[in-house]
């Protein structure tokens, strides 16, 4: 037998070993999307409530240990340790801290293992003694824990910018 083809049935043979699906069976759901959404929404409410009560510790509590967090123009944190720091250190400068989600959606793989969640949310609090409110993007991929849980794998705060002034009328 030729190489290639002794390559390409030992490669057959391993994933047949390894339980590997094939593409038809791996593409159908293994759970229901809808539970899985709503689960992901209530950890973010969650998150939210321990975020406004300044709980760091519940907050960073939402993160898979390895935890990747990037926020626009930081470097990134690696891990739920970096996070907490993260948390305290913006719980404490600024006692007035609050987030309000404006809207939200859940994507779920069909595979049941894996959800993006996305929002967009008011952040409020006081900066150089003044009140300041902005809006933000917050994305975070989602991953079912062995235990069954949900937690955030990765997540990103970005700007939404500033409002984009209406167009002209045209006449």
Not at 41 to 59: E, F, S
Not at 76 to 100: E, Q, Y
Not at 155 to 170: E, N
């Amino acid at each position: 037998m030729p190489m290639p083809k002794i390559r390409a049935a030992l490669i057959l043979a391993a994933m047949l070993s390894a339980g590997a699906s094939s593409p038809a069976s791996a593409a159908a759901p293994t759970s229901d999307a809808g539970k899985i959404a709503e689960a992901v929404k209530a950890d973010v409410a969650q998150l939210t409530r321990d975020i406004n009560a300044h709980n760091a510790i519940k907050a960073a509590g939402h993160d898979a240990p390895d935890v990747v967090v990037m926020a626009s123009g930081e470097p990134n944190l690696i891990g739920r340790t970096a996070d907490l720091a993260g948390f305290t250190k913006s719980m404490a400068s600024d006692p007035t801290w609050k987030v309000a989600l404006i809207n939200e959606t859940v994507d779920v793989a069909a595979c049941g293992d894996m959800a993006v969640y996305r929002s967009t949310y008011r952040e409020s609090g006081t900066r150089a003694g003044r009140p300041d409110m902005h809006t933000l993007n917050f994305v975070a991929g989602y991953r079912r824990q062995d235990d069954g849980s949900w937690k955030i794998h990765w997540y990103i705060v970005s700007p939404t910018g500033p409002a984009r002034p209406a167009a002209p009328k045209r006449r």
